[in-house]
């Protein structure tokens, strides 16, 4: 196959916003779309490979696999070595679990299908999964297994008749991300199906000029690599992709190849030669760059600033050449049974017994939980906390849709309510899912009470209507839950929401190192009551959502229990405090100032207070999560951790609020029915000692429990 150097080129141009984008520099905010550009060099290389030793005589499924294998596996095989190693020292058990997973999925090239079912690529966890960039190299091997033998069978009928076939399965696929980014986002992302025609897009183009000689178009080459730069900084996170919107990088790629000769401008511009050195260790920069990143970000205990991750960015490249000359270049050219190349020159099969070494290694960390052993009890105990989640989270979380359109199915769900010995059902738990946090913990009281509960909550939606923002479609399914509710019978509802993510679009900074690396995007107001500039108007307009919202419940005969904000922490709380004790910072239990809780959520408190009626009654989470007299808010102390991650209360969390919840429930049920046992907490510290305040707090939850 004959060099072309600008391909090279190509590569360096893609890999380098990969890792830009991976290292946080916003301005390569498209900088995932690299990847795109690699799936289409890969299918053109692949169909050319395939088409001249065909026509030669000399291709053989067997050579043809042998070489990919010898290709990708060594540095993959050195990579995830090396990866696990680090995991070892700095990964809690808990992520090791999930990094042993993601190890065997990675060498078994499947990782694709595992990073579909447990997250999405721009989720937070994402960035410290240091093998979540082998989602693509799965994908391509996936590929390279079923691409070759339908390309064979389909020449046999001509390459007129294959060209037309490949166009066609290109077409379909690409209407299928059109359906998929709406209705199935992450199965879009990560799947081949919905990338195939990223792959047939190259395939094409070696097609295309295998019967024809390449002609250079300076106008045509140069507006493929505009269309290609332009994608690394107009799309973002919130882009759908793949999309039709992924035809501007694809596109582009297809024109660079068909058109960037070495004659043109952009064919001289790709053939410099930082460019194709670049490009030539392309493969290893990819495979380092990923967990460099994510184990800096893994060992700081706060998040790297953005001058270190560049940096550990740019120590993907020397690591890289590394690789590329003393592992890739070795293997790729391994062709007799001679001296030191003489086990890995067999491909095939040192490739699997490696990939089968990895997967039993995987396979122990999996079954041992993470290694649990490699940790002290009480490390082991605030990693757990992570996973101290109430049960209702799995079952009663309903997601509205991201682009419209998908039924939410019958309210209530049956999983999801728990009525009274007389089969009624008086109580409603709903909200976005800080209702659901503490929702088993009080169904659990109230069941004791013989009160029917369900509880109805949506991802990232305030139960009021009128609103809506980038990341779910509020207004529709919470109307209907609205409306549900007050058809029903239900006396009382319970409202429960991280309000501060509906009236900021700026992460929260607690002012101590803990600062939220992402928000929700704008919202956007049906009837707004203010009209202007949106930062002016965002929470005016906000608060008169929920003040019609909570007026409709009371118009409508219900009972409102309003819970006031929790408190975010900023940080994600088991994994700040389990790095503090692990490091031995002499941090005792973690906290933040209350200031930068009640700046945050001023507005919405001060709304709150304002509201009188005969059927609202209140609870202020803060009171016991927060100390006015010493100015901070707990989030961990000990061994017990109140938060799953950075804003969520975990069950030991939802504990503390039992008490103020239920009692008011209750009186809004039968205002002579009290809990039995009288109140389990007393709201606020006893004296003017975070620590001894600390304590008390752990007592509490401790006592209700049962810990000696």
Not at 1 to 29: K, N
Not at 157 to 180: C, H, Q
Not at 426 to 437: N, P, R
Not at 530 to 558: A, F, W
Request: proline share 6%; glycine share 8%; net charge neutral.
């Amino acid at each position: 196959m004959e060099y072309r150097r600008e391909i090279d080129g190509l590569r360096a141009v893609a890999v380098v916003p990969v890792v830009l984008f991976h290292s946080g520099i916003s301005l390569f905010s498209g900088g995932f779309v690299g990847v795109d550009v690699f799936l289409v060099i890969s299918g053109y290389l692949i169909t050319v490979m395939i088409l001249q030793e065909r026509a030669r005589g000399t291709f053989s499924l067997t050579r043809f696999y042998g070489r990919r294998a010898r290709r990708l596996v060594p540095a993959l095989l050195v990579m995830l070595s090396v990866s696990f190693l680090l995991a070892c020292a700095w990964m809690p058990p808990s992520q090791m679990k999930g990094f042993s997973r993601a190890l065997a999925a990675s060498a078994l090239f499947v990782s694709n299908i595992l990073f579909w079912r447990e997250s999405g690529y721009f989720d937070l966890e994402s960035q410290t999964n240091p093998l979540l960039h082998t989602w693509s190299l799965s994908l391509e091997v996936q590929f390279y297994v079923l691409f070759p033998v339908v390309l064979l069978l389909g020449l046999r009928f001509g390459r007129s008749r294959v060209f037309w076939l490949i166009l066609v399965t290109s077409l379909l696929s690409l209407a299928l991300t059109e359906y998929g980014w709406r209705y199935k986002a992450w199965a879009n992302f990560y799947l081949l199906p919905t990338r195939l025609w990223e792959f047939c897009a190259g395939g094409l183009c070696a097609l295309w000029l295998s019967n024809r000689a390449q002609k250079g178009n300076n106008i045509l080459a140069f507006a493929g690599l505009i269309g290609l730069v332009v994608s690394f900084f107009l799309f973002d996170k919130d882009t759908p992709f793949p999309s039709l919107w992924a035809l501007l990088p694809v596109m582009g790629t297809v024109l660079l190849i068909l058109f960037g000769s070495k004659d043109t401008v952009a064919g001289r511009v790709l053939a410099m030669k930082p460019l194709v050195g670049i490009g030539l260790i392309s493969y290893s920069i990819y495979l380092w760059h990923q967990p460099l990143l994510a184990f800096l970000r893994i060992r700081s205990i706060d998040e790297p600033s953005t001058l270190a991750l560049l940096l550990a960015a740019l120590a993907s490249f020397p690591i890289a050449y590394c690789s590329w000359r003393f592992v890739e270049q070795p293997f790729r050219k391994a062709k007799s049974e001679k001296g030191a190349v003489k086990l890995v020159s067999r491909g095939l099969v040192t490739g699997v017994s490696a990939c089968a070494g990895v997967v039993f290694v995987a396979a122990a960390g999996v079954v041992t939980d993470g290694y649990r052993f490699r940790f002290a009890r009480e490390l082991v105990a605030i990693d757990d906390a992570r996973s101290d989640v109430a049960s209702l989270i799995s079952d009663c979380y309903m997601e509205p849709p991201a682009g419209g359109g998908m039924p939410l199915g019958p309210m209530p769900r049956p999983a999801c309510t728990f009525p009274a010995s007389d089969g009624s059902v008086d109580v409603a738990i709903v909200g976005d899912s800080h209702a659901l946090t503490f929702s088993n913990k009080v169904i659990d009281a109230l069941k004791q009470q013989d009160v029917g509960v369900t509880t109805m909550s949506f991802a990232a939606c305030v139960p009021f209507e009128g609103y809506w923002h980038s990341r779910a479609k509020c207004n529709e399914p919470v109307a209907e839950l609205v409306e549900y509710i007050l058809a029903s019978d239900i006396n009382t509802v319970v409202l429960a929401g991280r309000y501060a993510l509906y009236t900021w679009d700026d992460p929260f900074d607690n002012g101590v190192g803990g600062v939220e690396p992402e928000h929700m995007g704008p919202k956007y107001f049906t009837d707004p009551l203010y009209e202007g500039d949106y930062d002016d108007t965002l929470v005016p307009n906000m608060l008169h959502v929920m003040e019609k919202g909570i007026q409709k419940y009371l118009d409508g005969g219900k009972n409102l229990v309003l819970l006031y904000p929790v408190p975010e922490s900023g940080w994600s709380v088991p994994d700040r405090y389990f790095k503090e004790r692990l490091y031995k910072t002499g941090v005792e239990d973690l906290s933040f100032p209350y200031a930068a809780f009640k700046e945050r959520n001023g507005d919405v408190i001060s709304f709150f207070d304002s509201l009188e009626h005969p059927g609202l009654k209140k609870v202020r989470p803060a009171d016991v999560l927060c100390s006015k007299e010493e100015g901070r808010c707990l989030n961990a102390v000990g061994s017990t951790v109140y938060y799953y991650d950075d804003d969520h209360l975990s069950n030991a969390g939802a504990s503390l609020l039992v008490e103020p919840i239920v009692q008011p429930v209750l009186a809004t049920l039968a205002p002579q029915k009290q809990i039995e046992d009288g109140p389990l907490l007393a709201a606020g510290p006893q004296n003017n000692s975070v620590f001894s305040w600390s304590i008390r707090l752990t007592r509490i939850y401790d006592d209700e429990i049962g810990v000696q």
